[in-house]
């Protein structure tokens, strides 16, 4: 049975860090994809990043050169690294992981299968 489990969310001021963890289990290859998404209250999912079969790494155009999404070697454990925080990305983050998804679908959200229980960002002075 595929679990996810996230933690590392929390408050920070605005031009602050947080990091996010996932641990994903129960995949039987490790080729997986897996991705982090934000949802704030009123708005769409949205996909913040994601890592596809191949090991690429993909970002939405929000985050791109604040956030970073890694593994660790074993690939069960899935981190964000956000950076240059802004209230705009307070929000309830997810986790998510398939086993296969296509290379232009790593941050739709309708691609996954799996999703963890979210860890709430709150940016804020």
């Known amino acids: 049975q595929v679990q996810l489990v996230e933690s590392g969310g929390g408050s920070v001021q605005p031009g602050g860090s947080l990091r996010l963890s996932c641990v994903i289990s129960g995949f039987i290859r490790r080729d997986y994809c897996a991705g982090w998404f934000r949802q704030a209250p009123g708005k769409e999912r949205e996909g913040v990043a994601a890592?596809?079969?191949?090991?690429?790494?993909h970002y939405g155009d929000s985050v791109k050169g604040r956030f970073t999404i890694s593994q660790d070697a074993a690939k069960s454990t899935l981190h964000l690294q956000m950076n240059s925080l802004k209230p705009e990305d307070t929000a309830l983050y997810y986790c998510?992981?398939?086993?296969?998804?296509?290379?232009?679908?790593?941050?739709?959200?309708?691609?996954?299968?799996?999703w963890g229980q979210g860890t709430q960002v709150t940016v804020s002075s």
């Open positions: 890592t596809d079969n191949t090991g690429r790494t």
């Open positions: 998510a992981a398939d086993a296969f998804c296509l290379t232009s679908m790593t941050l739709v959200a309708g691609t996954y299968q799996y």
